[in-house]
């Protein structure tokens, strides 16, 4: 890696010289009349030309399972093709072939809400089994929600970094980006080993609508870098759809905005499938029924749970059940992954049922 020749400037350079090869074969003279390129990063581009071996480092990334795909490539995503500023190369660790598939993107806030991980979650799944593949930035919350319905429907999902593809950001995602790169793909225009920088991310975020045919907003505040991704959206002639949330909740003052500004409302996957001429066979996206084997008891205190927290007074109250009995149930409802238990003693129903 080059220090301070970031996406945008070896963009700047394979137009002036035409491709990677010239770039790196350039002259000092040469690199130093292109506008914006500055004398230091002249300098460490020699320096490490002068260090590194380029078929030695092809080879480097090869065994680290990370494939380089240029502009100009037939494995490139056409979509990202044709934006105003597609990256001139993008580094993928798994499945190349998975960039050729119809995306859909589904982004929102890192502190997310329960339930906004749930309508991401559900939705992501069903656009999954409907032929879309979900895009996401793999950061906390409502991204790593929509890699997760993905995953769950057994279906790819490409993440988008804002660092190299061999970094774990978040740490704590090292699991389902390793289960991303087996079953999807994940991508970023940032060379290998470069560290998630916040400047990186709002370029990141172009990429994330220029992929997609689409871009669904899962809670987002006023200022949150999801509405980022939805301007990217609209000025690359994307549709924006927009989930409705609490009106008192600032989480959802951005998607409400952007519905106000016409992003299409949507409640469910068939929303936006509808929009973009996909049909949805929902009998397939039906898990089984999750009370085939409770107790009359159990499936008393598993329906009055839902989506909405709901603590466990109200739960006993409602029943009619000893306190105790209600409290055994909503514990063995919980290693059975049926319900999570919410601080405060509330109770809401596990994402997948």
Known sequence: MVN???PLRLAKLI????CPQAVWLASERELQAVPGITRPVVADLLAKRNRLDP???????????IKTVFVDDSAYPPRL??????????????????LQS???????ARKATYYGLTVAERIAFELA?????????????IDTAAHKGA??????????????????YPPENKKIMAEIIEKGAVISEF?????PAAGNFPQRNRLISGLSAGVLVVEAAEKSGSLITADFALEQGRDVFAVPGQVTNKLNKGAHWLIKQGARLTEEAADILDELGYELDLNKCRDEDPTEDLTQKEKKVYNIISDDPVCSEVIIDKTGLKSSEVLSILLLMEMKGLVVQLPGQRYVRCLSN
């Open 151 to 168: 995953l769950r429907a057994v279906k790819p999902t490409v993440a988008v970094l804002g660092c190299g593809v061999d970094v774990v």
């Open 15 to 18: 137009n002036v010289f035409g």
């Open 129 to 141: 089994e409907a032929g879309l593949c979900v895009v996401s930035g793999m950061a906390r919350g």
């Open 4 to 6: 301070g020749l970031g």
């Open 55 to 65: 078929d030695k480092e092809i080879q480097r990334l090869k065994r680290a399972g």
């Open 81 to 98: 093709k044709q934006i105003f500023d597609p990256p001139k190369a993008l580094y993928v660790r798994g499945n190349i072939e998975v």
């Open 102 to 108: 119809p995306m859909f993107s589904v982004v929102g």
């Open 191 to 195: 060379p290998p080993g470069t560290s």
